[in-house]
């Protein structure tokens, strides 16, 4: 009865450690072989270029008896040879390279560590390049092996016939395109990183230090949970250096963002039909954060010391809620009823929107911003709380006072992450610095 509409879903294991990697393997494996066609392309020309000069050879080894078969498997062995050794030296690089790439690359790609140079990755470069040899060897040898004997000697090594020259022309014409799809391609990424770069993430991110903590123990409740982080945030306020201070359930750019969706009810509009209830993101706050991160309060009022668990319930909404909902007036004094449950969907009371702050892109500067609510924490009591701190200099000199803040109010408590708001937006866009 009350986990009637509950769902799962299952995902692969394999998806689930590294889905997100597989995108960006397939480029770079993309760009490596179109590399590797150009590769081939050069020294089949190169061979095409040196055969050239061996015409004369050919034709004298023909009128010595040489069938063409000879000619084609000498060729051939010559191009299997020179791929062997650049495929050998090329294996020989690849176990100083993947160290070079382990030390480059960010600590959030999955699994990095453990890539490594083995048998079947060698057996593969050996494979792939015996197979670019006889690919990329046939055109040579085919072109070398049925000169004319009189016009070999008479061309020696001045002129070649135009078959060569075509198959010449017709490697350099793709040697340039694809290289001008590989430099199209990396021109891409690099203006789409430019640009992701100057995307306004919604708050201000210098000078400010996170820290996430989940506060929770058996013998709890919401008030407990409430003391602890006004005690702690009023302690964090007057250590030296520290500007302002504020906390939030739904923590932009950390990795265990806590994400609450829940459908909503608009009072003084239609109910709509059951499975089509619009939806919202729902956030805790504390009254100094939106003023500690920089989101602008766009419209009426942020929170205040007022809203606690015996005040009438409140709410500021962002730009894209309210956009959505209230596109042509003004949300302020309209209220909503949050649904807890699918089966209770009024089960809550009415609550009053008294604001309107910026768009803030949670997961990412590639994100989308998110219709989003944000309650008094003093409302609420979750202990799945960020601090947000602005310091007056470097931030990181705030990590050791601000934890002995918490420490001192709960000697247990961990700390589940800490880092400064710009590297938090900088760990969102390692994966995709480490591809470019």
């Known amino acids: 009865e009350t986990n009637e509409r509950v769902g799962t879903t299952v ?15 397939l480029l770079l494996l993309g760009a490596v072989g179109l590399v590797l066609v150009i590769a081939c392309a050069n020294v089949a020309h190169l061979q095409l270029a040196r055969g050239t000069e061996r015409v004369g050879e050919f034709a004298v080894r023909a009128a010595l008896g040489a069938d063409r078969g000879r000619i084609v498997r000498q060729l051939l062995t ?65 072109q070398f092996s049925r000169p004319g004997l009189q016009e070999g000697l008479k061309e020696g090594r001045l002129t070649a016939s135009l078959a060569r020259q075509r198959v010449r022309r017709g490697l350099i ?3 340039m395109a694809i290289a001008l799809t590989l430099l199209i391609g990396a021109g891409l990424l690099i203006r789409s990183f430019a640009a992701i770069l100057a995307v306004d993430p919604g708050l201000r991110t210098d000078d400010v230090l996170a820290m996430q903590i989940f506060y929770y123990h ?10 602890f982080f006004e005690r702690t945030l009023e302690d964090i306020e007057a250590l030296p250096g520290v500007q ?28 709509p039909r059951e499975g089509e209830e619009p939806f919202l993101y729902r956030t805790m706050a504390t009254p100094r954060y939106f003023e500690t991160v920089g989101i602008p309060v766009i419209e009426g009022r942020g929170f205040t010391a007022f809203d606690r668990l015996d005040a009438p319930r409140v709410a500021v909404i962002n730009e894209t809620l309210r956009r959505r909902y209230w596109p ?32 803030v892109r949670h997961t990412g500067l590639d994100s989308e911003p998110r219709p989003e ?26 990590v050791n006072p601000v ?18 708001l710009n590297q938090l937006v900088s760990g969102t866009l390692v994966a995709r610095r480490f591809t470019l």
């Open 173 to 175: 014409v793709g040697e």
């Open 244 to 271: 302002s201070a504020g906390a939030v359930s739904a923590a932009p750019f950390l990795a265990a963002n806590i994400d609450i969706r829940r459908p909503f009810r608009i009072l003084d509009q239609p109910a």
């Open 11 to 25: 995902v692969p294991l394999r998806e689930q450690l590294v889905g997100a990697a597989r995108p960006t393997l």
């Open 78 to 142: 010559e191009s299997l040879l020179l791929a062997l050794v650049g495929a050998g030296l090329g294996g020989a690089l690849a176990f100083w390279g993947v160290d070079v790439v382990r030390a480059i690359s960010p600590g959030e790609i999955p699994r990095l560590d453990s890539v490594a140079v083995d048998t079947r990755v060698l057996g593969f470069a050996l494979g792939l390049g015996a197979l670019s040899a006889i690919g990329f060897g046939l055109a040579p040898a085919f």
């Open 403 to 420: 934890q002995e803040v918490i420490w001192s109010a709960e000697p247990m408590q961990s700390i589940h992450q800490a880092g400064t």
């Open 373 to 398: 609510a944000f309650f008094p924490h003093a409302q609420s009591g979750t202990g799945s709380m960020t601090y947000y701190v602005r310091a007056g200099g470097n931030p990181r000199d705030l």
């Open 328 to 359: 042509n007036e003004s949300p302020i004094g309209k209220r909503i009823a949050l649904q807890t449950t699918q089966s209770a969907p009024t089960a809550q009371p009415p609550i009053e929107i008294v604001g309107v702050v910026g768009d």
């Open 218 to 227: 058996d013998d709890q409740d919401a008030q407990d949970r409430i003391t």
